[in-house]
């Protein structure tokens, strides 16, 4: 069974037992979370797609752990106009265990 979750307005296909890396929650590590917004659903063939979201589905992550991305360098200039500008970013992310995707 798997199913298309939306977590921090980006859409993840999850399975049972898989880790997945989302947009930073409010969570402590093991904490359980609720990932309640479900687009789409199937199990044993069984497919079920909502017009909004699916309201019988639910599917329950606990956290792992809190983390950052690798660095990425952000570099701008203005060609001829010796203007340039170096930044670094690492995203946030939290990465949690799907424990299941259940029908209520």
Not at 37 to 48: F, M, Q
Not at 52 to 60: M, P, Q, R, T, Y
Not at 84 to 98: A, E
């Amino acid at each position: 069974m798997y199913a298309i979750v939306v977590s921090g307005g980006k859409q993840y296909t999850v399975r049972e037992g898989e880790y997945v890396d989302l947009e930073k929650l409010d969570a402590n590590v093991g904490d359980k979370v609720n990932l309640d917004v479900v687009l789409y659903s199937t199990e044993d063939g069984n497919v079920s797609v909502g017009h909004e979201v699916l309201d019988d589905v639910k599917c329950e992550a606990e956290v792992v752990r809190q983390d950052k991305a690798s660095k990425i360098i952000v570099f701008k200039y203005k060609a001829k106009k010796n203007v340039r500008s170096r930044q670094g970013h690492r995203q946030p992310y939290t990465r949690v265990k799907i424990l299941s995707i259940k029908k209520a």
